[in-house]
């Protein structure tokens, strides 16, 4: 059977019920069938299980249960387990109204590109994260990493290849326990695309 999708949403949930609900509500008013949603719970209680068996009946979504093992190894495992061609990483996020539309349309339009930095609104002073006008290509690696600076391992900020993102797991393995599993990912995908493209709208 072939696999039709372009994007796996991977999300990470640990005793965060009301804001898992509040992310699948706005996943499914945007939903698109090559979405593939991939979620990694981890809760101590059955609230979240609840509230995925509830978005079941809406869209497809992979549930994987499991003990409180850290947000390195729940990024990995989803990382491993995604089939898409790229990869998004969410966890207690909001999504903007064409959040997916957004992405997919960079996805679709350019085969090139293998990292791609989703902008963010700083919520205590109301402004972008990276002050740009505009979407912007970079071709050069070390650009992209001088403009966006620290914020480049923002978690939900991140859509990688996944191809690439998978090669960089057997090592990724050694920052478990540091919160920097991701970091390693995001630097190995940039280090290895031809081109990388920042959305300068909040997702």
Avoid at 3 to 14: D, V
Avoid at 40 to 54: A, M, Q, V
Avoid at 143 to 165: N, Q, R
Wanted: glycine content about 4%.
């Amino acid at each position: 059977m072939l696999n039709n999708h372009i994007l796996s949403i991977c999300i990470l949930s640990y005793n965060q019920a009301d804001q898992l609900n509040k992310l699948l509500s706005q996943i499914h008013r945007q939903f698109n069938p090559c979405l593939e949603i991939l979620i990694r719970d981890d809760s101590i209680d059955n609230k979240s299980k609840i509230i995925i068996n509830k978005f079941k009946d809406k869209m497809p979504i992979k549930a994987y249960y499991g003990k409180k093992e850290g947000i390195d190894e729940a990024i990995i495992f989803l990382t491993h387990k995604a089939s898409g061609d790229f990869i998004w990483w969410l966890g207690d996020d909001y999504l903007s109204t064409n959040a997916i539309k957004k992405v997919l349309a960079v996805i679709k339009k350019d085969s090139s590109v293998s990292f791609i930095w989703a902008n963010y609104k700083i919520i205590s002073t109301n402004k972008k994260a990276v002050d740009q006008k505009n979407n912007r290509y970079f071709k050069s690696k070390g650009e992209i990493l001088d403009l966006v600076g620290p914020a480049i391992g923002f978690l939900s900020s991140t859509i990688l290849k996944t191809s690439l993102a998978k090669k960089s797991l057997q090592i990724a393995k050694d920052y478990k326990g540091t919160f920097f599993s991701n970091l390693y990912i995001v630097c190995f995908v940039i280090a290895k695309s031809k081109e990388t493209f920042l959305i300068n709208d909040t997702v």
